[in-house]
């Protein structure tokens, strides 16, 4: 019943911005943790950054400075603003939400993942 959708992604130049967003939907009681991983061909997945439900942000060095993290909570939404976009940015973004279901009473916290967008900084 949960679900998490991914969209913005797409092909651009470097040096432009690109703003990746994720919506969760479903019924849910929560969301604690949301964040973006990305994955190119041949690499691991690593992860870019990611958002507490307080606020606390935290990035991949490779990304500090040049991309930002938020959520709309009331909107169960995660943005990742991307500016100053490099080729070896370029890779399949993947949204992660931590969500709370009630179970027995009780609160419980899974981890789901998106579907993916694809971003791709060419020339």
């Known amino acids: 019943q949960v679900q998490l959708v991914e969209s913005g992604g797409g092909l651009v130049q470097p040096g432009r911005s690109l703003r990746l967003s994720c919506v969760a939907s479903?019924?849910?009681?929560?969301?604690?943790?949301m964040g973006w991983h990305r994955q190119a061909p041949g690499n691991e997945r690593e992860m870019v950054a990611t958002?507490?439900?307080?606020?606390?942000?935290n990035y991949a060095d490779s990304v500090k400075g040049r991309f930002t993290i938020s959520r709309d909570d009331d909107a169960n939404t995660t943005y990742l603003q991307m500016n100053n976009l490099k080729p070896e940015d370029s890779a399949v973004y993947y949204c992660?939400?931590?969500?709370?279901?009630?179970?027995?009473?009780?609160?419980?916290?899974?981890?789901?993942w998106g579907q993916g967008t694809q971003v791709t900084v060419s020339s």
């Open positions: 958002i507490t439900s307080g606020g606390d942000s």
């Open positions: 992660y939400a931590a969500i709370v279901l009630v179970r027995r009473g009780l609160g419980h916290e899974y981890d789901y």
């Open positions: 479903g019924n849910f009681f929560n969301i604690n943790d």
